[in-house]
């Protein structure tokens, strides 16, 4: 079974180096789904995993300058409490009772449905935005609205493991669709380290986090998301989304039925 996490771990790793999608909307649903994981478990899992992970894409942006540390900053100070919150509320129903491993489980065919739609659509959502300026917000009300889908993102992330990839960067090009495209994976990666880091801690005090598949997860990983990055220009990019859009639906249906 640990060859089998390692393999695993190795294909989730090659995917998002070659898209760019977060390992949460493919890893989570990948343990549920094919090793029989109890939903809490697969995401406490991949929180922990997807804390130390992003922690070196982190120290990679900010050598580049590639980080907005002031929407990093607005983005956590929506994120980290939600976070803190939605822990204790899994804490106080009961994380390993059948009821909140369903709603842990259409939480998570939830945010991969979300994944899909901000793969397929985000480029439309940019174009009608720049096509409408006087849309975009500004001041004040960007700022909340940045806390906002922190919160969103939070709670997202907590319950689910997922949101903190595709859809956190989809959020981002919407509200600021000045950015560069490595800001905004930049900016996307480092406040989800404090994130995924507080929520992991909170599935660690849960004791939702297998240690063993953790290991597994990462050695297979590691080697996996840098043979992706490596190849990523080789393989149109178009197809790669329409492929792993057409896959995530296909998950999100078998998690509903």
């Known amino acids: 079974m640990t060859l089998s996490y390692i393999v695993s771990g190795f294909a989730v790793g090659l995917l998002v180096g070659m898209t760019g999608v977060g390992g949460g909307s493919l890893m989570t649903p990948l343990l549920t789904l094919l090793f029989g994981v109890s939903p809490s478990v697969a995401v406490g899992t991949d929180l922990a995993f997807a804390s130390i992970t992003k922690?070196?894409?982190?120290?990679?942006?900010?050598?580049?300058?590639?980080?907005?540390?002031?929407?990093v900053k607005r983005l956590c100070i929506g994120a980290l409490p939600a976070a803190v919150v939605?822990?204790?509320?899994?804490?106080?129903?009961?994380?390993?009772?059948p009821e909140i491993g369903q709603i842990i489980r259409y939480s998570i065919a939830g945010s991969v449905l979300l994944t899909v739609v901000a793969l397929i659509f985000k480029g439309r959502m940019l174009n009608w935005i720049n096509a409408h300026p006087e849309k975009q917000l500004q001041g004040n009300k960007l700022a909340a609205a940045t806390i906002i889908s922190g919160a969103v993102l939070g709670v997202l992330v907590t319950v689910s493991s997922?949101?903190?990839?595709?859809?956190?960067?989809?959020?981002?090009?919407?509200?600021?669709?000045?950015?560069?495209?490595?800001?905004?994976?930049?900016?996307?990666?480092?406040?989800?380290?404090?994130?995924?880091?507080?929520?992991?801690?909170?599935?660690?005090?849960?004791?939702?986090?297998?240690?063993?598949?953790?290991?597994?997860?990462?050695?297979?990983?590691?080697?996996?998301?840098?043979?992706?990055?490596?190849?990523?220009?080789?393989?149109?990019?178009?197809f790669l989304r329409v492929l792993l859009a057409m896959t995530l639906t296909t998950v999100a249906v078998k998690l509903i039925y």
């Open 86 to 97: 939605s822990t204790l509320a899994l804490k106080s129903f009961g994380t390993v009772s």
């Open 55 to 71: 922690s070196a894409g982190t120290l990679t942006h900010r050598l580049r300058g590639t980080i907005r540390w002031d929407i």
């Open 162 to 238: 997922i949101g903190a990839g595709a859809i956190g960067a989809t959020l981002l090009v919407m509200l600021y669709p000045r950015m560069s495209s490595a800001e905004v994976a930049g900016t996307d990666i480092a406040y989800a380290v404090p994130l995924t880091a507080i929520a992991a801690l909170g599935h660690w005090w849960l004791g939702s986090i297998h240690w063993e598949l953790l290991i597994s997860l990462l050695i297979g990983s590691l080697p996996g998301i840098t043979l992706g990055s490596w190849v990523a220009r080789s393989v149109p990019e178009k």
